[in-house]
């Protein structure tokens, strides 16, 4: 009775945290320290900064990570996904309804000149974001001829599949370099592979899904749409900033698809970071709008498929 009334309680706190946590990934851990280590002492300080450093190198969102792998950590798998669930709910409900209202006024042909306020913030939230990552994480010059390099090939190839391959090549060139790197002391440790194997079992299947109905466009979209985020979900290190840009590559770019127009996902995008919540809660407001022809029900099930998609790989990852 008392675990459960403890429960209870976490929970409490991370809806708390979800309608509070505002400023994204870097500004969440300082909320999360106030609440889970110095108000309730769920775990130690450095318990919860060893789990963000974990999730920080696993591909996802790295708070709702982070959050989610608190919630392992005191009750189990139901534990955790009762915690992404209450931590995206806000959000994901927010952006939801904004796709819906964009797709709404577009369709009524109302006035959308109040978004040319809201591009230009978007705008700055990249810029600053891409400088945020530059100061962090670029530092050699190795790096930087990397970073140049990658820019370019993104800039001419406009196609997803452009940025799976920089990662491995860049990778690649990073691991031959493996005598630079400090060496460490071998640790046995345990793994969960089912977990593993139940992220890629959703990949393969997801994907296969995907490739089968691509020929039928009727009543597939969620599906197609699922495979699309969980695929990108799967492959993003870094928080909602990189996300951004594949997003707009494969849903605004790509020919195939361009379910959104550049000020639509600009407009989101910028409504995004003014949101508490995980950044990545963008993803719901992707999935309305591409689903727009098929009336408010068909925005809820695009916005939930894709907000799944998304959400689910980081969240498989992190239990191991």
């Not at 591909?59 to 931590?87: D, E, F, M």
């Not at 002391?185 to 992220?199: H, P, Y």
């Not at 997801?206 to 009727?218: C, D, H, R």
């Not at 590559?249 to 989101?268: H, N, R």
Request: glycine share 8%; with cysteine.
């Amino acid at each position: 009775m008392v675990q459960r009334i403890r429960y209870i309680i976490f929970l409490k706190d991370v809806f708390q945290l979800s309608v509070t946590c505002f400023g994204g990934p870097q500004a969440h851990i300082a909320h999360f320290h106030n609440v889970l280590v110095k108000k309730r002492n769920y775990l130690s300080d450095s318990d919860l900064i060893e789990l963000n450093a974990l999730c920080q190198v696993v591909p996802g969102p790295t708070s709702t990570q982070t959050l989610s792998a608190v919630g392992y950590r005191l009750g189990g798998p139901s534990l955790a996904y009762l915690t992404l669930l209450i931590w995206l709910l806000p959000s994901v409900a927010i952006m939801t309804t904004a796709g819906i209202l964009i797709a709404s006024f577009e369709s009524k042909n109302i006035s959308m000149g109040f978004t040319r306020f809201i591009q230009p913030m978007a705008v700055g939230f990249v810029a600053f974001a891409a400088y945020s990552i530059i100061i962090k994480t670029v530092n050699t010059k190795r790096a930087v001829v990397l970073m140049i390099l990658a820019g370019i090939a993104t800039y001419f190839i406009k196609s997803p599949i452009v940025f799976p391959l920089i990662l491995l090549v860049a990778g690649l060139v990073t691991a031959l370099n493996y005598k630079a790197h400090p060496r460490e002391e071998k640790q046995k440790f345990d793994v969960a592979w089912s977990n593993f194997f139940l992220w890629g079992g959703v990949l393969i299947f997801a994907a296969l899904l995907g490739w089968v109905t691509k020929g039928i466009p009727e009543f597939t979209l969620p599906i197609r749409l699922f495979e699309n985020f969980y695929r990108n979900g799967s492959l993003i290190f870094g928080g909602g900033q990189v996300l951004t840009p594949m997003l707009y590559t494969e849903f605004v770019q790509y020919a195939p698809k361009q379910y959104l127009t550049s000020e639509e996902f600009l407009s989101g995008y910028a409504f995004v970071q003014g949101l508490p919540g995980p950044v990545f809660s963008f993803s719901s407001y992707i999935g309305a709008l591409a689903m727009r022809d098929y009336g408010v029900p068909g925005e809820i099930i695009g916005a939930i498929m894709s907000a799944a998609g998304v959400f689910f790989p980081g969240t498989f990852l992190i239990f191991l």
